[in-house]
């Protein structure tokens, strides 16, 4: 059951009753601030649950085309892979850990499926689906990962965005393939990371 969060102004009341609504049995709060969104997620579960709740949260906000704070308040969650879309901020306490496994990712337009996917946070989907026609900059774009643990297989693969920004985050345990891919993007900001055996980013690095 949703608790009412704080609302100081919010642009459209009607869009904010909806996700209300349509959230009721996912997340544990939801609030607003001017045009901007913010839902907590509940507390970890099974990777199955984990999964649908975080995925719920980023479709819906899709949908009604607002800005989306995710918010995770600690606990160690597992999860598939995710999809994350425009205007889109994941914002972790310290004592938040997000570890991925492998999936089978399933495209529920067209019911396509792929095989061992192990990126945990992408902004296109990863089978044949109206992402595959994107190019340039036009991706999902306007994304911040803020903050947590990644424990992950393969942590983010970003392509064809602009206004990426990840910071804050202590990335360990690299399985699979990279901790970041970004490919095709501009305006891209890795900022104050932890990167695992040792390798440390002390400065920002900006890769535009």
Do not use: W
């Not at 819906?60 to 969650?77: P, R």
């Not at 089978?104 to 992408?122: E, G, P, V």
């Not at 965005?161 to 900001?189: E, L, M, R, S």
């Amino acid at each position: 059951m949703i608790e009412d969060g704080t609302i100081d102004k919010i642009i459209n009341q009607n869009i904010f009753n909806e996700l209300k609504t349509e959230l009721n049995n996912s997340v544990n709060n939801i609030s607003s601030k001017l045009e901007n969104i913010t839902i907590t997620m509940p507390a970890p579960s099974t990777i199955e649950v984990n999964t649908k709740n975080l995925q719920d949260i980023l479709d819906k906000a899709k949908d009604k085309n607002i800005n989306l704070t995710v918010q995770f308040l600690g606990g160690h969650y597992e999860l598939y892979t995710c999809i994350i879309y425009d205007n889109t901020t994941i914002k972790m306490t310290n004592n938040t850990e997000l570890e991925n496994q492998v999936t089978t990712f399933t495209n529920k337009i067209t019911s396509q499926t792929k095989d061992d996917i192990d990126i945990l946070f992408m902004n296109a989907k990863p089978v044949d689906s109206e992402d595959s026609n994107i190019t340039g900059y036009n991706g999902r774009s306007n994304i911040v990962i803020d903050g947590g643990v990644i424990n992950c297989r393969s942590a983010i693969a970003f392509c064809h965005g602009q206004n990426i920004t990840i910071k804050n985050v202590t990335f360990k345990n690299c399985k699979a393939d990279h901790y970041i891919q970004i490919a095709a993007c501009k305006n891209v900001k890795i900022k104050n990371c932890k990167f695992s055996l040792g390798v440390f980013v002390a400065l920002p690095i900006y890769i535009t």
